[in-house]
C-alpha cells in the first residue's frame, strides 16, 4: 500500500521560512515523479512544485518561482519542500503527490499559515 505523509507546516511571519516533508512509504519513491500541491480556504487545490524520479529537474508554478525549491533525499525516501520569503497568500494546506499504479496517491496534507 503506497503512503505519503506530509509534515512540516506551521505558523510563520511573512517572510518567514518553513520546510516541508513528505515521507513515502510501500513503493519505489525514487523512479517516480513527485508533486506538491496547495490548497486554499474556498479555493481548487492549483499545482505548486515538481520534481522528476531518477533525476533532479524540478518546475515550480510562477507563484513561488525563486522562493520555493523542491529535493529529495532517495536513501530516507522523503521529498522536502524548502519555503522562503513566504506571503500570507501561501497561506494553504500543503500536499505530496505521486501518480502510481493509474491513480493518484495524495498525502493527508500539512497546514501553512503565514500570519503577522
Known amino acids: 500500500q503506497e503512503l505519503l505523509v506530509e509534515s512540516g507546516g506551521g505558523l510563520v511571519q511573512p517572510g518567514g521560512s518553513l520546510r516541508l516533508s513528505c515521507v513515502a512509504s510501500?513503493?519505489?519513491?525514487?523512479?517516480?515523479?513527485l508533486r506538491w500541491y496547495r490548497q486554499a480556504p474556498g479555493k481548487e487545490r492549483e499545482f505548486v512544485a515538481w520534481?522528476?524520479?531518477?533525476?533532479?529537474?524540478?518546475t515550480y508554478a510562477d507563484s513561488v518561482k525563486g522562493r520555493f525549491a523542491v529535493s529529495r533525499d532517495i536513501g530516507k525516501n522523503e521529498a522536502y519542500l524548502q519555503m522562503n520569503a513566504l506571503r500570507p497568500e501561501d497561506t494553504a494546506v500543503y500536499y505530496c503527490?505521486?501518480?502510481?499504479?493509474?491513480?493518484?496517491?495524495w498525502g493527508q496534507g500539512t497546514q501553512v499559515t503565514v500570519s503577522s
Open positions: 510501500g513503493f519505489g519513491f525514487s523512479i517516480y515523479d
Open positions: 503527490n505521486v501518480f502510481i499504479g493509474g491513480r493518484d496517491c
Open positions: 520534481i522528476a524520479g531518477y533525476g533532479d529537474t524540478t
